[in-house]
């Protein structure tokens, strides 16, 4: 059927008018051109890890809304610093990593030769989990404000234990001593949070700051005694106080894994990240996907991670510098 000229002008009036509107989604139907092939999520810990686990919960429900595979690539090593290295060099438009707080507040630090610049070398995409530290203990010591009362009177006869150091652990763990006066437990470095469970168990430690996840089941069990939380209340463990309850004052530090590409990345890569991310950690299933494991999901902006990273940083900075802590 013919089509008048009156409705011509109708529909070139109509086009105008939404014009305006429909160029948002035409811009991004053009960035949704990313990703061309399978995307790499590469993460600086082994398989089972805490941030292994978070990749391959969002590696799953990116590749359902991005129509591409997402592979996570294991390269452990250097306390994440390798694979950390090899997102920042990367220039196929198509590596992110999963990194931990260190790689981006501390290992300049602690790491004089560190191949990458964690403030130049990143494009930041998104914070995505966090869990407080819990502080545990042996069962026959004392809770509460009494745990540090005790503590002082043993001095440097009591250990800690943690991943090594510059782990949050280590870091933590320092930091806190810096909060309590007389509080002076010594470093003792294990390879990973189950050999310091079971050197705390065999009397060799005294304490450590670990993740909910390693801590939890081994306190419910009344194998080991929890002090307090680094943080607030968490539902990570709801039965646990926050270490302010203790009288530790000023004390406030998380574990966490964000989501980062290299400086390279993209403006497509960026902004189709941004547009798919926001409701992957929205969801129901990934947030008890993540919460079963241990972790809070948050999912930031980028302009939220900066801030994050910039205000711990300086934490970690004044603690390194202050206890003179080195990489032997």
Same mark, same amino acid.
């Given at each position: 059927?013919?089509?008048?000229?009156?409705?011509?002008?109708?529909?070139?009036?109509?086009?105008?008018?939404?014009?305006?509107?429909?160029? !948002?989604?035409?811009?991004?139907?053009?960035?949704?051109?990313?990703?061309?092939?399978?995307?790499?999520?590469?993460?600086?810990?082994?398989?089972?890890?805490?941030?292994?686990?978070?990749?391959?919960?969002?590696?799953?429900?990116?590749? /359902?809304?991005?129509?591409?595979?997402?592979?996570?690539?294991?390269?452990?090593?250097?306390?994440?610093?390798?694979?950390?290295?090899?997102?920042? +060099?990367?220039?196929?438009?198509?590596?992110?990593?999963?990194?931990?707080?260190?790689?981006?507040?501390?290992?300049?630090?602690?790491?004089?030769?560190?191949?990458?610049?964690?403030?130049?070398?990143?494009?930041?995409?998104?914070?995505?989990?966090?869990?407080?530290?819990?502080?545990?203990?042996?069962?026959?010591?004392?809770?509460?404000?009494?745990?540090?009362?005790?503590? /002082?009177?043993?001095?440097?006869?009591?250990?800690?234990?943690?991943?090594?150091?510059?782990?949050?652990?280590?870091?933590?763990?320092?930091?806190? +001593?810096?909060?309590?006066?007389?509080?002076?437990?010594?470093? =003792?470095?294990?390879?990973?949070?189950?050999?310091?469970?079971?050197? *705390?168990?065999?009397?060799?430690?005294?304490?450590?700051? =670990?993740? !909910?996840?390693?801590?939890?089941?081994?306190?419910?069990?009344?194998?080991? +005694?929890?002090?307090?939380?680094?943080?607030?209340?968490?539902?990570?463990?709801?039965?646990?106080?926050?270490?302010?309850?203790?009288?530790?004052?000023?004390?406030?530090?998380?574990?966490?894994?964000?989501?980062?590409?290299?400086?390279?990345?993209?403006?497509?890569?960026?902004? /189709?990240?941004?547009?798919?991310?926001?409701?992957?950690?929205?969801?129901?299933?990934?947030?008890?996907?993540?919460?079963?494991?241990?972790?809070?999901? =948050?999912?930031?902006?980028?302009?939220?991670?900066?801030?994050?990273? +910039?205000?711990?940083?300086?934490? *970690?900075?004044?603690?390194?510098?202050?206890?003179?802590?080195?990489?032997?």
């Amino acid at each position: 059927m013919p089509i008048s000229r009156r409705n011509l002008l109708l529909a070139a009036s109509a086009a105008r008018l939404f014009a305006p509107l429909l160029a !948002p989604l035409a811009s991004h139907a053009q960035g949704n051109t990313w990703p061309t092939r399978p995307v790499h999520l590469v993460v600086g810990f082994p398989g089972g890890s805490t941030p292994d686990i978070a990749a391959r919960v969002l590696a799953e429900s990116l590749a /359902r809304v991005l129509g591409q595979p997402v592979v996570v690539d294991n390269k452990p090593g250097a306390s994440g610093n390798i694979a950390a290295d090899f997102v920042a +060099k990367a220039t196929d438009d198509h590596t992110l990593g999963i990194v931990i707080n260190g790689n981006l507040t501390s290992s300049k630090l602690l790491y004089p030769s560190l191949p990458y610049d964690p403030a130049r070398d990143f494009t930041e995409l998104s914070l995505l989990v966090t869990a407080p530290l819990v502080l545990v203990a042996l069962p026959s010591l004392p809770s509460g404000p009494a745990f540090f009362d005790a503590a /002082r009177v043993a001095g440097d006869k009591w250990n800690y234990g943690s991943v090594g150091v510059g782990s949050v652990g280590h870091l933590g763990m320092e930091l806190l +001593k810096s909060r309590v006066r007389g509080f002076a437990p010594v470093h =003792v470095p294990f390879q990973g949070n189950p050999q310091v469970i079971t050197a *705390m168990l065999g009397g060799q430690v005294q304490m450590a700051l =670990v993740p !909910p996840g390693v801590a939890m089941p081994q306190v419910r069990t009344g194998k080991i +005694k929890a002090i307090g939380l680094t943080s607030g209340r968490s539902p990570l463990a709801p039965e646990v106080a926050p270490l302010a309850n203790a009288g530790v004052r000023d004390f406030d530090l998380e574990v966490w894994a964000a989501l980062l590409g290299p400086a390279s990345l993209s403006k497509a890569a960026q902004e /189709r990240i941004a547009h798919e991310l926001g409701p992957i950690m929205k969801s129901a299933d990934v947030r008890q996907k993540l919460f079963d494991q241990g972790w809070q999901a =948050v999912g930031t902006s980028p302009d939220g991670m900066r801030a994050r990273v +910039k205000k711990e940083a300086a934490i *970690m900075a004044g603690i390194i510098n202050a206890q003179g802590i080195k990489l032997e």
